[in-house]
């Protein structure tokens, strides 16, 4: 979404969905590349946003037994502004998504993120008021780790993908790391993609049977039935 | 039962049974009776058997206040107060659920405040406890408290503007659209996320801000209203000396030392155990007044759970406390089955002892690693990761998942034990304790450890039991109060424990009484292992259990249980209960009400860490930066309990 955005339609830039920054491809920028890719990619600093279930697994996976230093991300950075890799662990809540907005804000390029867990990647089974459904309508999002939580092994085989994402970057192509200036602070979708992947309501189909917004086909408390009687007899 | 003026003051339930028992000669119903009259509406009796008490809700203070400081009631502890409603235009309930430590009695006060004059008077005066739970009351329901201190949005962010959700007429989803909730919450000012007075101590000019609760139309809470908070009595004098009559604001003007500091941390940060948010208002390094705020991870767990069926809820439950999830699991699969009036079996009952104090020990060991990262010892928190792989283990063997079990069942269990497991759940237990020593060994005489410890965040035990404080926290300020000796369930009165209390109630206390928990839930759990009987997990009760498949493909009234359990899960009879027990944090409370459906009308739990860190500003006050993290990590909180 954010690539469309920045690419003006009908170029053949955009038609190759990469922007063209004159350097051209040669031996020199692509060994460059690889050098750069390999430092970036074994030294990830990853800023912990931990909010709940999925924050204890996380702090499982750098403990003893799984040891997320084998891959050099030990070095948890609780500071945004050293670090490249952020990890949302957990449900995020509409009161809690600015704070989230700022810190990937605030992150330096290049950046990446992983959402770990149900809850960050879709709402999980909390489709209510007050959780935000995926944060990626909040930031962008690079890895989605499935599970409620996601073993230590899931989110390692998470990290493992943005390493391979890594690898496959060039310095010649900044598109993918592209924010545009004006989007501090924004969600990360438009309005219409955010209505579409959660619903107006929800993406939950019985939404307006459960909040009474709608009368109800199947009923199952004793009082709706009470009440629906009570409609017959009128 | 003889009941006064029953007509006036229905039941919340309508024409829930009362569950009998008698509790006429209870000294708390007949003092009230005789001293308050009519305005004690009806009696009742909980599922549980102790006595119910309706009163007038203009007179509940007066009844309250009474029930408090009169010697022969001593109700010295609020565990809670909690709102519910039945149906978008019924009154709503407010229930202060009262425990009298000298007398070991038991007791709610229920009172309903109609919908077109929600007004109630405020019991912060009595108990100090009182200012959080009446805040949520009214983030959640609307009910203005009159004479609080400090009434506005607690979980829900300052300037919410959909209403209440706990109302029955609140959708689920909010009331406005996914886009227009992200939109709301990305553009938010500073008003949406300071409190006014936090405004005002930096100099902040007083705003357009809106009415809380918006479009209900609630009046707006103004700086005048909000007095100081009381926070100095009964504690050694503050660095500098504030008079009542003088505002923090004059005193910014006056001070010749330089100006106090305003300091946010969080709600991310690495040292507050989630998303907990500290307003810091420093003199040099000492704190003079600490505001927290909450509910950055307010997930709605009340709510939803009205929206799940019985056995549906249990998955929820473990969400809220990630670090001992099990407890979890089994006091609401308790609190359900009081409401049944079912008793499971002797085998789901000494098991479920067994996976408790396996999930003290996975919440107190986390605590410990954690708090001593916080510290600055990094190596226990290696230690104690791997006794808690160890307990994971025995989970997963179990149940299939790590930390989100949702192990229990109503009437039972969601299996039988896997062959093995008890095996190793006994070399566990024997191998375990060599880890408590080894931790012992590195921290209780470390100078440092002592030293960024002792006297620390002292609190003495009264003081601890007006704010609420419940579980270790209560029990290292010298009182002994552990729910399962004062109202013993799943047969604990029948294992040989000891409760340990501390004596200076500091930060050290509340680090050495957890680690005797320990000691003495290895205690339980040899004994529960070793008197852990055959026979089978559920209840031979097919309105209730599933039946097993071998047989529901035999039998047509079994395979109709069955059906029928699937498409439309357990109906659990109308009434009402207010259950506890003891979890790794303090007092869990279910407060839980049926009206003979298939769901619940409401799911209130009563998250031990919500009050206690409602404490924490009194015990950081005067100390200095660096303790507010050791202080902070000696309550164990657990974020996801208290925003709920």
């Known amino acids: 979404m954010r690539k469309l955005d920045t690419i003006a339609p009908g170029t053949d830039a955009a038609a190759e969905g990469v922007v063209d920054t004159g350097i051209p491809r040669n031996w020199l920028t692509t060994r460059l590349d690889y050098v750069?890719?390999?430092?970036?990619?074994?030294s990830l600093w990853p800023m912990p946003f931990g909010t709940a279930c999925c924050a204890i697994e996380m702090m499982a996976a750098a403990a003893s037994k799984y040891d997320i230093g084998r891959f050099g991300m030990e070095r948890m950075s609780f500071s945004p502004r050293q670090a490249d890799l952020m990890i949302v662990a957990g449900r995020v809540t509409y009161k809690l998504a600015p704070v989230l907005r700022r810190i990937w804000d605030q992150m330096p390029q290049p950046k990446w993120c992983v959402s770990m867990g149900a809850c960050a990647s879709s709402g999980g089974m909390f489709d209510n008021y007050t959780i935000v459904q995926g944060i990626d309508t909040v930031v962008p999002v690079d890895v989605y780790v499935p599970g409620c939580p996601p073993r230590p092994e899931g989110l390692i085989y998470g990290l493992l993908m943005i390493q391979e994402k890594i690898k496959g970057e060039s310095l010649s192509n900044p598109s993918p790391r592209d924010e545009a200036q004006g989007a501090v602070g924004l969600p990360n979708l438009p309005p219409e993609t955010i209505e579409l992947v959660s619903q107006p309501f929800g993406n939950s189909t019985n939404q307006n049977r459960v909040s009474g917004l709608a009368p109800t086909s199947a009923l199952k408390r004793p009082r709706d039935r009470r009440e629906r009687r009570l409609e017959h007899d009128d | 039962m003889e009941s006064s003026v029953t007509e006036t003051a229905p039941h919340l339930v309508e024409g829930a049974p009362d569950p009998g028992g008698d509790v006429t000669e209870h000294p708390g119903v007949s003092a009230l009776r005789e001293r308050f009259?009519?305005?004690?509406?009806?009696?009742?009796?909980?599922?549980?058997?102790?006595?119910?008490?309706?009163v007038d809700s203009a007179r509940s203070v007066e009844v309250l206040e009474f029930l408090r400081r009169d010697p022969d009631q001593a109700y010295d502890l609020l565990a809670d107060v909690m709102g519910a409603q039945s149906g978008a235009?019924?009154?709503?309930?407010?229930?202060?659920?009262?425990?009298?430590?000298?007398?070991?009695?038991?007791?709610?006060v229920s009172c309903e405040v109609p919908l077109d004059d929600l007004e109630i008077g405020t019991v912060t005066h009595v108990w100090k406890t009182a200012n959080w739970l009446e805040r949520e009351v009214w983030d959640m329901f609307g009910v203005t408290?009159?004479?609080?201190?400090d009434l506005r949005r607690i979980l829900m962010p300052e300037n919410y503007e959909e209403g209440f959700p706990l109302r029955k007429d609140f959708p689920l989803r909010g009331r406005f659209s996914r886009s227009e909730q992200v939109r709301r919450s990305l553009t938010r000012g500073l008003e949406d996320v300071y409190a006014i007075e936090e405004l005002e101590l930096a100099g902040v000019p007083n705003s357009s801000r809106v009415a809380p609760g918006g479009a209900d139309g609630t009046a707006p809470v103004t700086a005048a209203d909000i007095g100081e908070l009381d926070t100095t009595e009964g504690r050694r004098p503050p660095l500098r000396d504030i008079e009542p009559d003088e505002s923090l604001g004059d005193l910014l003007e006056n001070s010749v030392e330089g100006e106090p500091m305003l300091i946010n941390m969080g709600p991310q940060h690495p040292a507050t155990h989630g998303v907990l948010r500290l307003v810091l208002q420093l003199d040099g390094e000492r704190i003079m007044r600490c505001i927290p705020h909450i509910g950055y991870l307010h997930t709605g767990f009340e709510k939803t759970c009205e929206f799940r069926e019985w056995n549906q809820v249990v998955p929820y439950t473990d969400r809220m406390d990630y670090l001992a999830p099990m407890l979890y699991n089994i006091g609401y699969a308790g609190a359900v089955e009081r409401l049944l009036g079912v008793e499971i079996t002797e085998r789901c009952r000494v098991l479920r002892v067994i996976l408790g104090e396996l999930n003290r020990l996975l919440g107190h060991l986390l605590w410990l690693g954690t708090t001593a990262i916080d510290i600055g010892a990094f190596s226990v928190f290696l230690y104690t990761f791997q006794e808690r792989e160890r307990i994971y283990n025995l989970h997963e063997a179990y149940t299939g998942g790590r930390i989100t079990t949702s192990v229990t069942r109503v009437g039972g269990m969601m299996a039988d034990l896997p062959a093995g497991w008890v095996d190793a759940a006994r070399e566990f237990v024997r191998t375990f304790p060599a880890t408590i020593d080894e931790v012992e060994r590195l921290l209780s005489r470390n100078a440092i450890w002592q030293g960024r410890t002792m006297n620390i965040g002292v609190m003495s035990g009264e003081e601890a039991i007006d704010w609420g404080l419940t579980g270790p926290n209560l029990r290292a300020s010298g009182v002994a109060y552990d729910v399962r000796k004062a109202r013993p369930y799943l047969g604990y009165d029948e294992y040989d424990f000891d409760v340990p209390v501390g004596v200076h109630g500091d930060v050290?206390?509340?680090?050495?009484?957890?680690?005797?928990?320990?000691?003495?839930?290895?205690r339980i759990l040899e004994q529960a292992l070793e008197r852990f009987p055959d026979g089978p997990i559920n209840i031979d009760d097919y309105r209730v259990v599933l039946p097993p498949k071998s047989e529901a493909m035999g039998s047509i009234d079994t395979m109709i249980s069955h059906f029928k359990l699937v498409m439309e899960g357990i109906r659990v009879p109308a009434g009402e209960t207010w259950y506890s027990i003891e979890s790794s944090k303090g007092e869990l409370g279910f407060g839980i009400i049926s009206d003979g459906g298939t769901k619940p009308v409401r799911c209130r739990f009563r998250g031990p860490s919500f009050i206690n860190i409602a404490a924490l500003p009194v015990m950081v006050e005067d100390e200095l930066v660096a303790d507010v993290i050791a202080i902070n990590a000696s309550l164990d909180v657990v974020l996801g309990e208290i925003d709920r």
């Open chain 2, 37 to 54: 009259g009519d305005a004690v509406h009806r009696v009742g009796c909980d599922a549980l058997g102790y006595p119910v008490v309706w």
């Open chain 2, 145 to 149: 408290f009159r004479g609080h201190p």
């Open chain 1, 36 to 42: 750069v890719n390999w430092a970036r990619r074994n």
């Open chain 2, 508 to 522: 050290y206390d509340r680090y050495l009484v957890r680690i005797e928990e320990m000691r003495q839930s290895v």
């Open chain 2, 89 to 108: 235009e019924t009154p709503i309930q407010v229930w202060y659920q009262l425990w009298s430590m000298r007398h070991g009695r038991q007791l709610r």
